[in-house]
């Protein structure tokens, strides 16, 4: 215990060497945002590497828990993870045998950052230093496959048949992308894959909460639906999915699996999870925060709207979900969210 606990500081002290010496080098080529400063001392495990003097994986699991920090921050809070691809290639360049890190990190950059390329690339890099590894194939495939690239994820099912830590079912997931078949139900089964394939808790929670989704992206369906037909009846929308029981088009109030409720635009019957509305317009809110303050640092002035950040090429469009207008104030630089048609909700966003 004494020689691991000496160990551990000897690999803080190489972090603060290396963060002494590289850290302002990087932070200066750095966009200044708070992402950015709170990771400019992780440097890349390249450069890490002469300064760590053979502690690689010693520094690697500190910064596996600075990475773990990093992401639960920003999942409960902007939902940005702009520095995730970086943190990432650094801890697996430190170990390119630290296969959790490869497995959650493409997870969080394909699922949370929606930065799906990267993601392949860093399990890419995992295979090419761990070629048995059947996890690694099969989380390829996984991730091409519930992006729609049916080909690649075949491919992948394909290689991850028969290596080691690849599950039992790479070869039925390998025919259904073969022949092109996309839905929830698979989704589904490729998510209870995840979820039991790994003993990461973090893995855990984000498996759990992509079959939520799919929970609430089968009732949104079947509430859609069900609000079409009303409209064809009475020729206009339901107002809540009350209005659906209440007039016979649906049988009960289904259950929202984040434990809020199912709202309908009354304009366009769209449905929605309201928990998932929220997290969607909490993480444009963030984005358009950033390009907010982005303009601000190279005009001078805040924007007088969010069109304008449109207009400088910051953003190729606003984002609109569920009628929903984002609101810039010219003299403080706050977004703000509108909904133009105020939903029933039990909940606040």
Not at 49 to 59: A, L, Q, Y
Not at 85 to 113: K, M, N, Q, S, W
Not at 160 to 165: C, F, P, R, S
């Amino acid at each position: 215990m004494y020689k691991t606990a000496v160990l551990t500081m000897f690999a803080l002290a190489l972090i603060g060497v290396a963060n002494a010496q590289l850290g302002p080098q990087i932070e200066s080529r750095m966009i200044s945002t708070e992402s950015d400063r709170e990771l400019s001392y992780f440097p890349s495990g390249v450069l890490l590497e002469p300064i760590v003097c053979g502690f690689d994986n010693i520094v690697a699991d500190l910064l596996w828990l600075r990475a773990i920090q990093y992401y639960g921050r920003h999942r409960q809070t902007d939902l940005m993870f702009g520095r995730v691809d970086h943190v990432f290639r650094t801890l697996t360049e430190l170990d390119p045998h630290f296969i959790e890190a490869f497995r959650f990190g493409a997870l969080v950059l394909v699922e949370d950052a929606q930065m799906p390329e990267e993601g392949y690339e860093l399990l890419k890099s995992g295979i090419r230093s761990n070629p048995e590894d059947g996890g690694l194939y099969f989380d390829l495939g996984f991730h091409c496959y519930l992006n729609g690239e049916y080909n690649r994820a075949s491919i992948y099912f394909g290689h991850a048949v028969n290596k080691e830590g690849a599950p039992d079912k790479a070869a039925r997931f390998a025919a259904f992308a073969q022949n092109r078949q996309g839905n929830l139900d698979i989704a589904e089964e490729l998510w209870i894959e995840i979820y039991d394939g790994t003993t990461n808790e973090r893995t855990r929670a984000s498996a759990e909460f992509a079959l939520k989704s799919i929970a609430a992206a089968r009732d949104t369906i079947y509430l859609a639906e069900r609000a079409r037909a009303y409209h064809a009846r009475f020729g206009q929308y339901p107002r809540s999915v009350d209005d659906l029981v209440k007039s016979a088009f649906a049988p009960a109030v289904p259950e929202e699996p984040f434990q809020t409720n199912y709202i309908i635009h009354p304009e366009t019957g769209e449905v929605r999870s309201w928990y998932l509305l929220g997290r969607e317009l909490k993480r444009d809110v963030s984005v358009l925060s950033d390009f907010v303050t982005r303009f601000q640092e190279e005009w001078g002035r805040f924007p007088k709207d969010a069109a304008e950040i449109v207009e400088y090429g910051y953003l190729e469009e606003e984002p609109r979900p569920f009628g929903a207008r984002y609101v810039v104030d010219p003299a403080s630089g706050e977004v703000q969210v509108v909904l133009e048609t105020e939903p029933r909700a039990e909940r606040d966003l």
